[in-house]
């Protein structure tokens, strides 16, 4: 069983930053592929990026590079979306989602309670 707990959502003026935070409540972290997701209002859900407890590269949506990193830590089983340069676009719901090692894309079988971002312009 794997739970997660978002945290670091806010209101943020555009061009700001903020990081997101992602508590992983699991004994067998090493076998998951972690992902952030965004829901813009009245859009669908979109994956930004994603990145393997157990290494490799990480993955980024074209709209999101070099704008967002994504990153893990082993010591307080915390996975972390750092967003700069905010825009008015970047607006949503942020959810962290987890899905076996070596699933496909869409196979996310466990979802965080989701943490509002608002960038102001």
């Known amino acids: 069983q794997v739970q997660l707990v978002e945290s670091g959502g806010g209101l943020v003026q555009a061009g700001g930053s903020l990081r997101l935070s992602c508590a992983v409540q699991?004994?067998?972290?090493?076998?998951?592929?972690m992902g952030w997701f965004r829901q813009p209002p009245g859009k669908e859900r979109e994956l930004v990026a994603a990145?393997?407890?157990?290494?490799?590269?990480?993955y980024y949506a074209d709209s999101v590079k070099d704008r967002f990193t994504i990153s893990r830590n082993y010591a307080t089983n915390t996975v972390g979306l750092q967003i700069n340069n905010l825009k008015p676009e970047d607006t949503a719901v942020y959810y962290c989602?987890?899905?076996?090692?070596?699933?496909?894309?869409?196979?996310?079988?466990?979802w965080g309670q989701g943490t509002q971002v608002t960038v102001s312009s």
């Open positions: 990145i393997a407890w157990s290494g490799g590269s990480a």
């Open positions: 989602a987890a899905k076996p090692r070596g699933a496909g894309p869409g196979q996310y079988s466990h």
């Open positions: 699991t004994s067998t972290v090493s076998l998951y592929t």
